[in-house]
């Protein structure tokens, strides 16, 4: 069984920056992919960013805002997110695949962009 514990998420003006974490249990090497996931209230789960051993992709509406990386060492991924607006808030899920058809998510963790 993988377990994933995100922190990170938190309060921050439009324009601030925040670091997500994702801890997992044992080595994250094994993992095919690895990635996170928003879901606003009232809407589904979409992918914000993602990272393979081919390398990163992320959603067109965080590109350039938004870094995914990994630390084997520490068994972490993050996500470094710049220039937040309001619509990025939402609760942050991290997501593990072992394999293509297999997929673990974490707790989910509250990121608030407001006045």
């Known amino acids: 069984q993988v377990q994933l514990v995100e922190s990170g998420g938190g309060w921050v003006q439009p324009g601030g920056s925040l670091t997500l974490a994702c801890a997992a249990s044992?080595?994250?090497?094994?993992?095919?992919?690895m990635g996170w996931y928003r879901q606003a209230p009232g809407k589904q789960r979409d992918v914000v960013a993602r990272i393979t051993n081919g390398g990163t992709n992320y959603a067109e509406s965080v590109k350039g805002r938004f870094t995914i990386s990994r630390d084997n060492a520490k068994n972490t991924v993050f996500l470094q997110m710049n220039s937040l607006n309001l619509e990025d808030t939402a609760v942050y899920f991290c997501?593990?695949?072992?394999?293509?058809?297999?997929?673990?998510w974490g707790q989910g963790t509250q990121v608030t962009v407001s006045q």
């Open positions: 044992g080595s994250i090497s094994r993992f095919w992919a």
């Open positions: 997501s593990a695949d072992p394999n293509p058809g297999l997929r673990y």
